[in-house]
């Protein structure tokens, strides 16, 4: 396939190496650094499909280019989900294909679906105190992880006895405790654990690497051309 990469940072050159070991072509990079390339250069004739890792401010252009230059996009970038209706009205309007994941990890989505299989079953036999932990490098800044808050809403569409979640252990049968934690050389590890007097359950992933993003986009990729409309890792992965 002749991907087109619009970004080319962290994510865009992790993207750019899984391509190429998988026997793919890049048709073009679009990015700041790299001026005579633009985006209106590419479409059907030159490019089988796009992936789109850039910034917040930049991503809706881009995914409304691509629509409207008939190529299918696989957008990770993350923080423009305001537009996202306008987005899949442009994708519905033009025949055209659109991917979206705020996290492209094919362990993180199986994760999520697993997490919410065992709140379920865990909530149908009851006897289990639940909570979540996150553990990330310490240069994060933000509290609980986007990762963690997903999972704990998993859990509590499950759990309605529980309203809310505490980023600190629980203070209350109502609340969902999400533990933190900031260790050195940690890239991202989730664990939910449910404990009885008798016994402890426990669902956890840990990333070692940003490749796990890249492999699920390029994986998308390969899937989207060809389909109409809006789709996303459930999807991909048939779950
Ligand atoms: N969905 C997921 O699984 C996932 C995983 C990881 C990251 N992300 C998201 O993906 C995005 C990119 O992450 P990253 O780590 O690769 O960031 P990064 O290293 O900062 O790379 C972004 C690149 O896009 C370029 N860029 C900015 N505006 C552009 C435009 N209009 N057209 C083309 N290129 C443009 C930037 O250039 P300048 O530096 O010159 O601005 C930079 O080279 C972020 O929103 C991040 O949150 C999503």
Redesign the pocket.
């Known amino acids: 396939m002749n991907i087109l990469l619009?970004?080319?940072?962290?994510?865009?050159r992790a993207i750019e190496a899984l391509a190429l070991s998988r026997g793919h072509q890049i048709a073009g990079i679009?990015?700041?650094?790299r001026p005579d390339v633009q985006l209106d250069q590419f479409g059907p004739h030159n490019a089988d499909v796009a992936i789109e890792?850039?910034?917040?401010d930049?991503a809706f252009?881009?995914v409304q280019a691509c629509l409207r230059q008939g190529l299918p996009v696989v957008c990770?970038?993350?923080?423009w989900l305001h537009h996202f209706g306008e987005a899949r009205a442009l994708a519905q309007e033009k025949g055209g294909a659109l991917f979206y994941?705020?996290?492209?990890?094919v362990g993180v989505n199986l994760f999520f679906h697993f997490n919410e299989y065992i709140a379920a079953k865990m909530h149908q036999f009851g006897g289990y105190d639940v909570q979540v932990r996150e553990i990330h490098h310490v240069h994060k800044v933000d509290q609980p992880s986007g990762t963690a808050l997903t999972t704990a809403e998993g859990i509590m569409r499950h759990y309605p006895e529980k309203k809310r979640w505490r980023n600190d252990p629980a203070q209350a049968p109502d609340e969902l405790a999400i533990i933190s934690e900031r260790l050195a050389e940690t890239v991202g590890t989730h664990v939910v654990t449910y404990s009885s007097p008798v016994d402890v359950l426990e669902l956890k992933h840990e990333a070692l690497s940003?490749e796990g993003?890249a492999h699920?986009a390029v994986l998308a990729a390969e899937w989207l051309p060809g389909k109409q409309g809006v789709f996303g890792m459930k999807d991909l992965l048939g779950l």
């Open positions: 619009i970004g080319y940072g962290k994510m865009g679009i990015d700041p650094s890792f850039t910034h917040p930049a252009a881009n990770g970038s993350t923080g994941a705020s996290n492209y990890s940003r993003f699920g």
